[in-house]
């Protein structure tokens, strides 16, 4: 399909992304509805996350150096089908053991479909300088738009029907996209001659500036996946609101990312690389005043807040990896997701029996901590790498 300016490519990537963003994001309402049914506590119920995000950083592993090498929009296409069939699937899981296996095929899946898309849009417009950041950009916007909008549809399907119309929901929504990419985008070639692991991230771990990037992504990972899960059922448990409202009220966070990251680039123009610190604090600042809020008022400020600390650390992380090795950005990129989704599924593992023994305010209080570190040695390495000349320009969310 004829698409000289690249619209159609930024426009079906974007809502592929919207709808495994959204995938992940709509199951923090779903915690309590599904303990409930299985007749297990939270922290059990939480396994279904884990073994979602585990195989979606494992796996990504794989797919960035195949994805170099057969060609992103042949992996993307593959990838999109397998995640759309298993999500469905997970609509009819009779326990909790078969929910986490059929959620943990999907996320090996999926694995493929956020940093794949992110490394084929910068390849798509690689001899385009000047256009990269806001292709990144505009997909990034409509990724995180997913996730605005995630917690509000996983709430108001799990309330008005059940929380296995949410997983049928979502499985044929990727389903539908999946049968348009195959007719959208390019098959073209890989970027590297033959493939390997060994070469791919022998060359990836030879980078030191790559390594310290992404390794903050952990930290990232850990504090945002790896509490965000457990916000559903502390809105719930505070206020007492059905599922629906308190999906509305995690739409916050969502928002927040969506808003937020248009405004990073000028801030990030004004502050430099120290935009990361004071955006490392405010987060943490907002989620350690989580867990002893008790207005819906305060809790949507405290999610806001949140929002907007990642928002300005992340993508920033992001473009910086994507520009320290062009010529492998499916490498890249799948070390960015293994580190973001390793670490929040660790961190939901972890702060799943940190619930059970200290409660919600440790859990919120964790993750503050985490996001400040992040924040905090980010700009360093950030403003170390700028010192020899490595752009660290954010992508450009415009409307």
């Known amino acids: 399909m004829k698409d000289p300016d690249g619209r159609k490519v930024i426009l079906i990537l974007g809502i592929m992304t919207f709808w495994c963003n959204g995938e992940n994001y709509a199951a923090a309402p779903l915690l309590v509805e599904i303990a409930r049914e299985f007749h297990v506590n939270i922290s059990q119920a939480a396994l279904s996350v884990t073994s979602y995000m585990l195989p979606f950083g494992l796996f990504t592993i794989i797919f960035g150096p195949l994805a170099d090498r057969y060609g992103k929009a042949r992996v993307i296409n593959f990838a999109a089908f397998g995640s759309a069939i298993f999500c469905a699937l997970a609509a009819t899981a009779p326990g909790l053991l078969s929910l986490c296996v059929l959620r943990a095929v999907n996320g090996a899946f999926a694995a493929a479909i956020l940093p794949v898309t992110m490394s084929l849009v910068g390849d798509r417009f690689s001899r385009e300088p000047g256009k990269v950041q806001h292709a990144l950009g505009k ?206 599924g660790l ?11 200290w409660g919600f305010g440790a859990v919120f209080l964790l993750a503050a901590v985490l996001l400040l570190l992040a924040g905090f040695i980010g700009s360093i390495v950030l403003q170390r790498q700028s010192g020899r000349s490595v752009s660290t320009a954010l992508p450009v969310i415009e409307s």
């Open 139 to 344: 997909v990034f916007g409509i990724m995180f738009l997913g996730g605005a909008c995630a917690t509000a549809i996983g709430g108001a399907l799990s309330y008005f029907g059940s929380w296995r119309l949410v997983y049928l929901f979502y499985g044929l929504a990727e389903l539908v996209t999946a049968l348009v990419m195959l007719k959208t985008l390019d098959k073209s070639p890989g970027t590297v001659a033959r493939f390997s692991l060994r070469d791919a991230y022998r060359e990836a771990f030879a980078n030191a500036d790559l390594v310290k990037t992404v390794s903050i992504v952990f930290l990232v990972g850990g504090s945002v996946f790896g509490s965000f899960a457990y916000a559903g059922q502390f809105v719930q448990a505070t206020t007492g609101y059905n599922l629906f409202e308190v999906g509305l009220i995690l739409t916050f966070f969502g928002l927040a990312t969506v808003v937020g990251g248009r405004k990073t680039a000028r801030l990030r123009q004004k502050l430099g690389n120290r935009l990361l610190l004071y955006a490392g604090i405010f987060g943490a600042l907002s989620w350690a005043l989580m867990g002893v809020s008790h207005s819906p008022i305060f809790i949507s400020l405290s999610l806001t807040g949140f929002g907007l600390g990642f928002i300005m650390i992340h993508p920033s992380l992001v473009a910086t990896a994507q520009q320290l090795m062009p010529g492998r950005r499916g490498t890249v990129m799948s070390l960015v997701s293994f580190n973001l989704f390793v670490g929040g």
């Open 347 to 357: 961190g939901t593992l972890v702060n799943g029996k940190i619930l059970d023994n």
